[in-house]
């Protein structure tokens, strides 16, 4: 079993510390663990988007969280659990650049980006749901995959997280969507990007799998790679739906799922999952 996509108490809106996931990994016979905690918050989205600091670990605690990861990891080598140090940011265009230089002062092995905003809008808040009711969820759709295609080709990331993340609060177009899904697919293949299996998405309103088992057959047939995570935001959220990740790879047509190692990926087969 692997996980890509684990947060700790540094994001102000999860629990538990590296060592606390470690072990609880340990336990459920995980082999392959990846801290990816939210990125600090571009300043410029600090200053204007109100609650923000609740969403991702302060800027001055980012060394902080890489050097318990450290130590996590050694503390994995003693109880069979390889520990990844990895990182999720917000993709939006407006903090790339900050992004961009954290990224290239801490030496990650794996970097999820996401889209958690529409404007300045936290689609994915529970708290914030009330924005739905101004959009036409079509047109809504669109903009999100928009938003992802156009993080993906920012290069900024190795792998999409959670990406259809838009469903989350079933608010969806009336009229299918299968052309939506086959054109993301279609573009973040050429953007060179993975995706992730999410298995969250099974604990919220939504109840499916991030990607639904749609998308995830048109990113395969499109030729994208997937990653699995659980993005736990508690340690006994760890490896959460990951049998139904790989039921879903396997119904989709998928043989393999990667890890990244120093932002290298490497092939995994789905029997080792
Ligand atoms: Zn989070
Ligand atoms: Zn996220």
């Given at each position: 079993m692997i996980d890509l996509h684990v947060h700790t108490w540094r994001?102000?809106?999860?629990?538990?510390?590296?060592?606390?996931?470690?072990?609880?990994?340990?336990?459920?016979?995980?082999?392959?663990?990846?801290?990816?905690?939210?990125?600090?918050?571009?300043?410029?989205?600090?200053?204007?988007?109100?609650?923000?600091?609740g969403y991702a670990?302060?800027?001055?605690?980012?060394?902080?969280?890489?050097?318990?990861?450290?130590?996590?990891?050694?503390?994995?080598?003693?109880?069979?659990?390889?520990?990844?140090?990895?990182?999720?940011?917000?993709?939006?265009?407006?903090?790339?650049?900050?992004?961009?230089?954290?990224l290239e002062a801490h030496p990650f092995d794996l970097v999820l980006a996401s889209i958690h905003f529409i404007d300045d809008w936290a689609f994915d808040d529970p708290?914030?749901?009330?924005?739905?009711?101004?959009?036409?969820?079509?047109?809504?759709?669109?903009?999100?995959?928009?938003?992802?295609?156009?993080?993906?080709?920012?290069?900024?990331?190795d792998v999409m997280a959670h990406a259809d993340l838009v469903k989350k609060f079933c608010k969806r177009p009336e009229s299918p969507v299968g052309h939506m899904y086959a054109a993301t697919a279609g573009a973040l293949r050429e953007a060179g990007v993975a995706v992730e299996v999410n298995t969250a998405g099974l604990r919220k309103p939504c109840k499916e799998l991030y990607p639904g088992q749609e998308f995830l057959a048109e990113l395969h047939r499109a030729g994208v790679p997937v990653t699995?995570?659980?993005?736990?935001?508690?340690?006994?959220?760890?490896?959460?739906?990951?049998?139904?990740?790989?039921?879903?790879?396997?119904?989709?047509?998928?043989?393999?799922a990667l890890v990244f190692r120093g932002r290298v990926p490497e092939e995994v087969g789905i029997d080792e999952l």
């Open positions: 994001c102000r809106h999860a629990e538990g510390t590296p060592e606390e996931y470690v072990r609880v990994a340990a336990r459920r016979g995980v082999s392959t663990l990846c801290f990816t905690e939210h990125l600090p918050m571009a300043p410029s989205l600090m200053e204007r988007i109100p609650g923000v600091e670990m302060p800027l001055d605690e980012l060394p902080a969280y890489v050097g318990e990861v450290r130590e996590a990891a050694a503390l994995g080598a003693s109880l069979g659990v390889e520990v990844l140090l990895g990182i999720e940011i917000d993709a939006v265009p407006e903090a790339r650049r900050h992004a961009a230089s954290l708290r914030k749901t009330a924005e739905y009711d101004r959009w036409d969820f079509g047109e809504l759709w669109e903009r999100y995959f928009a938003d992802l295609v156009d993080a993906a080709r920012s290069g900024l990331a699995i995570g659980s993005d736990a935001h508690a340690p006994d959220e760890v490896a959460l739906g990951a049998r139904e990740a790989v039921e879903a790879l396997r119904a989709a047509g998928y043989s393999s």
